[in-house]
Antibody, heavy 118, light 106 residues
Framework: QVQLVQSGAEVKKPGASVKVSCKAS????????IHWVRQAPGQGLEWMGW????????NYAQKFQGRVTMTRDTSISTAYVELFSLRSDDTAVYYC???????????WGQGTLVTVSS | DIQMTQSPSTLSASVGDRVTITCRAS??????LAWYQQKPGKAPKLLIY???SLESGVPSSFSGSGSGTEFTLTISSLQPDDFATYYC?????????FGQGTKVEI
């Protein structure tokens, strides 16, 4: 079955960067886009962007343009999101999710809590 | 960006109740709408895609309807496991956007 396993929680200082990984299994990694969505504590869901694991092409939400990079390593079926110049309002759970055959994300990672605090 | 507005924000209900959640888009999204269920500390779970198609393994007590700008999620008979927060999401165009969520509580 499809599984997305994310890296563990991170604590970062303002101005630092963080890189979260998402290891895929149970399907052909290069066959489906990976999306990243975040959720601040007690808040709703916010879409950040996607990466095409086959080509490496990306599409970022304008809000994160210039501050986010999504990459992948096909040899280990892993996608990454890196967020730079962290602020306190970047404190959130970051999820990776696979876009499946119905063009909607149908499988999610367990989430990675990133805490930004001085 | 397309704004998604859900109502109500909170819904108090009892086991066995019929529950309806509404989602409105700021412009037409055809049928490119999904519904997710999220429980505390867990990732969202896909319930409905393309406005009315039931995801595999999801109970038939869940149903979705609508097109254009108005959509509804209905739970025909609320079960204890259904108490959660529900989000609509448009995937008609980027950036994908979510509603603010509807918490279904006792």
């Amino acid at each position: 079955q499809v599984q997305l396993v994310q890296s563990g929680a991170e604590v970062k200082k303002p101005g630092a960067s963080v890189k979260v990984s998402c290891k895929a299994s149970g399907y052909t990694f290069t066959g489906d886009y990976i999306h990243w969505v975040r959720q601040a504590p007690g808040q709703g869901l916010e879409w950040m962007g996607w990466i095409n694991p086959h080509s490496g092409s990306t599409n970022y939400a304008q809000k994160f343009q210039g501050r986010v990079t999504m990459t992948r390593d096909t040899s280990i079926s892993t996608a990454y999101v890196e967020l730079f110049s962290l602020r306190s309002d970047d404190t959130a759970v970051y999820y990776c999710a696979r876009r499946g055959m119905h063009l909607v994300v149908d499988s999610w990672g367990q989430g990675t809590l990133v805490t930004v605090s001085s | 960006d397309i704004q998604m507005t859900q109502s109500p924000s909170t819904l108090s209900a009892s086991v066995g109740d019929r529950v309806t959640i509404t989602c409105r888009a700021s412009q037409s999204i055809s049928s490119w709408l999904a519904w997710y269920q999220q429980k505390p500390g867990k990732a969202p779970k896909l319930l409905i895609y393309k406005a009315s198609s039931l995801e595999s393994g999801v109970p038939s007590s869940f149903s979705g309807s609508g097109s254009g700008t108005e959509f509804t999620l209905t739970i025909s008979s609320l079960q204890p496991d259904d108490f959660a927060t529900y989000y609509c999401q448009q995937y008609n165009s980027f950036p994908w956007t979510f509603g603010q969520g509807t918490k279904v509580e006792i």
